[in-house]
């Protein structure tokens, strides 16, 4: 089966790389690669969600013919989200299942204070405060130069996001969180049950925002379990597919 892995604000599709060793062989992982950023750093940036949700799935369909399930991390978490609404307007394939990570639900107020249109200053000190970017990275000129355009551009899709009411998914999922995460704490994660149709587990970890980054191994091998398990079950929830 595979499983679709969306990045946080300001990674690319490499960030994934280092999970394939802990998560099970019979699992191909396929990260998003958003516009902007590594191998299409010459396309322009996404700031509208449903304009990036779009382009995903366009770019998904060829690859739902066989089972599949999303991954998602903080902004991964609500694009992930929005794209399994997606495919359920077109009437394409549905994930079996969802992993939400350190993202509240979506449909809770989100930050008081909008970080895509902060000065340069604040906006590194907020960084700092997720210690989710390297220091060596926020004190390298060039690599800033790089990469504060594309947190601009993802924290802009984060935080513009308008949340429409609709039935929940009928799909299982896996919520994840770190239990020193300020951003997404377990009661707001515990909140994304109502927009699941089936079961939704609920499982927090040591560590912040980023608390993946010490995990990884316990992670991978959950979601590893968790996917094997459903497929055996035959919980795949599919509907018909119009041909283009």
Same mark, same amino acid.
């Given at each position: 089966?595979?499983?679709?892995?969306?990045?946080?604000?300001? &990674?690319?599709?490499?960030?994934?790389?280092?999970?394939?060793? $802990?998560?099970?062989?019979?699992?191909?992982?396929?990260?998003?690669?958003?516009?902007?950023?590594?191998?299409?750093?010459?396309?322009?940036?996404?700031?509208?969600?449903?304009?990036?949700?779009?382009?995903?799935?366009?770019?998904?369909?060829? *690859?739902?013919?066989?089972?599949?399930?999303?991954?998602? @991390?903080?902004?991964?978490?609500?694009?992930?989200?929005?794209?399994?609404?997606?495919?359920?307007?077109?009437?394409?394939?549905?994930?079996?299942?969802?992993?939400?990570?350190?993202?509240?639900?979506?449909?809770?107020?989100?930050?008081?204070?909008?970080? @895509?249109? /902060?000065?340069?200053?604040?906006?590194?000190?907020?960084?700092?405060?997720?210690?989710?970017?390297?220091?060596?990275?926020?004190?390298?000129?060039?690599?800033?130069?790089?990469?504060?355009?594309?947190?601009?551009?993802?924290?802009? /899709?984060?935080?513009?996001?308008?949340?429409?009411?609709?039935?929940?998914?009928?799909?299982?999922?896996?919520?994840?969180?770190?239990?020193?995460?300020?951003?997404? &704490? #377990?009661?707001?994660?515990?909140? *994304?049950?109502?927009?699941?149709?089936?079961?939704?587990?609920?499982?927090?970890?040591?560590?912040? $925002?980023?608390?993946?980054?010490?995990?990884?191994?316990?992670?991978?091998?959950?979601?590893?379990?968790?996917?094997?398990?459903?497929?055996? #079950?035959?919980?795949?929830?599919?509907?018909?597919?119009?041909?283009?």
């Amino acid at each position: 089966m595979r499983l679709f892995c969306f990045p946080f604000a300001g &990674g690319g599709a490499s960030v994934f790389r280092k999970w394939t060793p $802990h998560v099970s062989r019979d699992v191909q992982m396929m990260a998003i690669q958003m516009p902007g950023r590594e191998s299409r750093l010459s396309e322009d940036l996404h700031v509208d969600m449903p304009v990036a949700v779009a382009a995903i799935v366009d770019d998904l369909l060829p *690859w739902l013919d066989r089972p599949f399930a999303f991954l998602g @991390h903080s902004l991964g978490s609500l694009m992930s989200f929005c794209v399994a609404r997606e495919l359920r307007e077109r009437g394409a394939p549905m994930p079996l299942h969802m992993f939400l990570s350190a993202r509240r639900a979506p449909h809770l107020a989100g930050p008081r204070r909008a970080l @895509h249109g /902060l000065p340069r200053d604040e906006l590194l000190r907020e960084l700092r405060s997720l210690e989710g970017t390297p220091s060596a990275v926020l004190e390298h000129e060039e690599l800033l130069e790089l990469l504060l355009p594309i947190l601009r551009a993802d924290f802009q /899709l984060n935080e513009r996001y308008v949340h429409a009411d609709a039935a929940p998914l009928p799909c299982t999922a896996t919520v994840m969180g770190g239990l020193s995460d300020h951003a997404a &704490g #377990r009661a707001q994660l515990a909140q *994304w049950a109502q927009h699941f149709a089936g079961p939704t587990e609920l499982d927090m970890f040591p560590g912040g $925002h980023f608390y993946v980054d010490q995990m990884l191994p316990v992670l991978g091998a959950r979601i590893g379990q968790r996917l094997l398990s459903s497929v055996g #079950r035959g919980t795949v929830v599919e509907t018909a597919c119009a041909a283009g």
